[in-house]
């Protein structure tokens, strides 16, 4: 137990304040639905997007990250497009200013603008709801098996049972975990219930202002300890470079035998296959637009469709390179004083418990504290960030849709804090019955990510779709993405003994196009069987979001009542965008790994591209943000 007095000072202090701006911030946030769920759209754009980046640094995220960096070295750098971290450059280019064009509160809602009010919209309505709700619930519980990995070496429960004067065996060790989660939570439950949107930006700034200093720290620190010669004799043979070629070819049975073990039980060897599958679903996730999560709440928060895009391409300068710089260092750290690292959980290897326990090893007391008290944030500001998202969709797409539309503000502050506190049970339920990040992390990003891909690229960019086909898409990806899911957790045997090179972690990145394929052709029929949606709505829809794609027929008629009516033909200077700012992005991932392992020649090279990257997107992206 290194925690000392001070480190629990500083944690007290950031707990009080995130109480304090709940507490602030309450009563801006009952005066109407809109403060409450997105800030009365009053919060300016880069202040959404260090809240936005600042969920995305949590916990459970880094722990994976800094596991992925020890083991894989810069070809870890590709990994996190399982999510894909590159859809924020589609945000960026085009799609968060299409989807703030709307003036909605919930993605659920968008539905009625795309699809009308009839049945099959109130069914599209009913299925995005329900998705939004598993996503949710998925992610909360992420991110609480995350804290509980994280918390097991600060806190051991001899130590907290002791001072406690609780009986060591009142709770079971495996679930001891579980219950500091639930302390933190109630943190975040508090803030993120009381202040809605304004309180958790607040927070949110507020965390990522510890990270970076922590960030910052840490790295000196590892740079000062770490000699570039020490890591290059540490480290196997292509570990410091990013590229690939058709099997990943890093050997760690001379360094560290036990990696090995680790990479094979990850199924990343056949690297090219990977990337190949990663990459595909990637594309595709990104067209369909961001999923009803945190991420979406913040683009619909902004005061204009300018500033969503602004926000969007804020992320990824704030977030990387101030994340990075601490996932090199802790990763640089564990490598050269390995032996000295407590990976041991339940007799077994772990390397999810690479930083908390560098953390331990390397931090000088107060420093310790901070980030802690940085990373604790983290979870608080994913957890409040999430919360917030469920909320709406309950709140706003459930009770004042369908059980008491004319709900006084009191009726729906009430409902806001009750649907709050329900999330929050039940998610820390599904939180106890799961054991790995990596697990929950891959079964949400390719199982349930994928059952939400048809449907959503279909909807920006073709015309004929309507809401039957839009749910039938939904429901069989979202069965078919369950089933897979299931099979991954409970019978992965099953699909290797039928398919041997499909390793049992990556089953549902290798099943996606099989979810793709049953969600397109939910489409297509539920579409092709049913009328096309009326012609007001889907011609005031198309005027309003003006997306590129096949949109002829409502292009046609439009005209034929304005002719002075333009269609969007920026297609191929998105996409161009697109690639560049993907090139960029990563370069701001890579750029501060370079910095800690004093890469010098490749860091020259990595600024010269982001340099060039920033220079053509200020005339081809920034400069014309109006016509987009």
């Not at 069989?476 to 299931?486: E, H, P, R």
């Amino acid at each position: 137990m290194k925690l000392q007095a001070l480190d629990f000072l500083v944690i007290i202090l950031y707990i009080a304040a995130t109480v304090f701006i709940g507490i602030y911030f309450k009563r801006r946030a009952e005066k109407n639905k809109s403060e409450y769920l997105l800030g009365g759209n009053k919060m300016r754009w880069y202040m959404l997007g260090i809240s936005d980046a600042s969920g995305m640094f949590d916990i459970s995220g880094t722990m994976w990250l800094v596991t992925l960096m020890f083991v894989y070295g810069l070809k870890s750098i590709w990994i996190p497009w399982l999510w894909p971290t590159f859809n924020q450059i589609f945000l960026m280019m085009f799609i968060s200013g299409w989807l703030r064009k709307s003036n909605v509160t919930t993605g659920a809602e968008w539905i009625a603008t795309r699809f009308g009010t009839g049945k099959s919209s109130k069914l599209s309505h009913g299925v995005v709801v329900v998705f939004a709700l598993i996503i949710g619930l998925s992610m909360l519980s992420y991110g609480f098996v995350g804290l509980g990995k994280f918390l097991m070496l600060f806190a051991p429960w001899d130590y907290v049972s002791s001072a406690l004067s609780i009986p060591y065996t009142a709770i079971p060790l495996e679930y001891v975990p579980h219950v500091y989660g639930i302390v933190f939570t109630l943190f975040a439950t508090f803030y993120a219930i009381l202040g809605g949107m304004v309180s958790i930006v607040w927070a949110d700034i507020l965390q990522y202002s510890i990270m970076t200093v922590a960030s910052i720290t840490i790295g000196v620190i590892a740079m000062q300890m770490v000699s570039p010669e020490t890591l290059h004799a540490l480290i196997p043979d292509g570990w410091a470079s990013p590229f690939f070629g058709s099997h990943l070819d890093i050997d760690w049975s001379h360094k560290i035998a036990e990696v090995n073990q680790k990479i094979q039980e990850d199924g990343f060897s056949l690297f090219s296959l990977f990337f190949g599958f990663m990459f595909m679903k990637g594309i595709l996730s990104s067209l369909a637009g961001p999923a009803p999560t945190y991420d979406m709440q913040k683009i619909l928060a902004n005061r204009t469709p300018q500033d969503a895009l602004k926000m969007s391409g804020s992320v990824s300068v704030i977030l990387n390179p101030v994340r990075y710089f601490m996932i090199a260092a802790f990763a640089v750290l564990a490598i050269a004083y390995y032996k000295d690292l407590n990976l041991m959980v339940g007799g077994v290897i772990d390397f999810e418990q690479i930083l908390p326990s560098a953390m331990i090893q390397f931090l000088p007391v107060g420093l310790l504290g901070l980030l802690l008290a940085g990373l604790l944030a983290a979870f608080m500001s994913t957890f409040a960030g999430t919360l917030n998202a469920a909320q709406a969709y309950v709140s706003n797409d459930i009770y004042l849709k369908y059980i008491n539309p004319n709900a006084s503000q009191k009726q729906i502050k009430k409902t806001n804090y009750t649907v709050g506190i329900s999330v929050v049970l039940f998610s820390t339920l599904i939180g106890f019955t799961l054991k790995s990040i990596n697990e929950i992390l891959l079964i949400v990003t390719s199982a349930f990510y994928a059952s939400y891909i048809a449907s959503n690229v279909l909807k920006w960019y073709w015309w004929r779709f309507n809401g039957s086909g839009y749910f039938w898409g939904m429901i069989t990806g979202i069965l078919s993405g369950l089933i897979i899911g299931v099979v991954q957790i409970k019978y992965p045997h099953v699909i290797s003994e039928m398919i041997p090179d499909i390793p049992e972690g990556l089953i549902a990145l290798y099943l996606f196009p099989v979810t793709l394929i049953i969600s397109l052709v939910g489409c297509l029929v539920g579409t092709l069987l049913t009328p096309p949606t009326d012609k007001q709505t889907i011609e005031t829809f198309y005027a309003t979001v003006k997306p590129w794609g096949f949109w002829n027929p409502v292009f046609k008629a439009i005209r034929a009542e304005k002719p002075e009516f333009t269609k969007n033909t920026r297609f191929f200077k998105d996409m161009r965008n697109v690639a560049i700012g993907i090139i960029t992005q990563t370069c701001l991932v890579a750029m501060p790994i370079f910095i800690i392992i004093r890469d010098w020649q490749s860091l020259y090279i990595t600024l010269a591209i982001i340099a060039a990257g920033v220079i053509t997107l200020k005339f081809t992206w920034w400069d014309k943000l109006h016509e987009i």
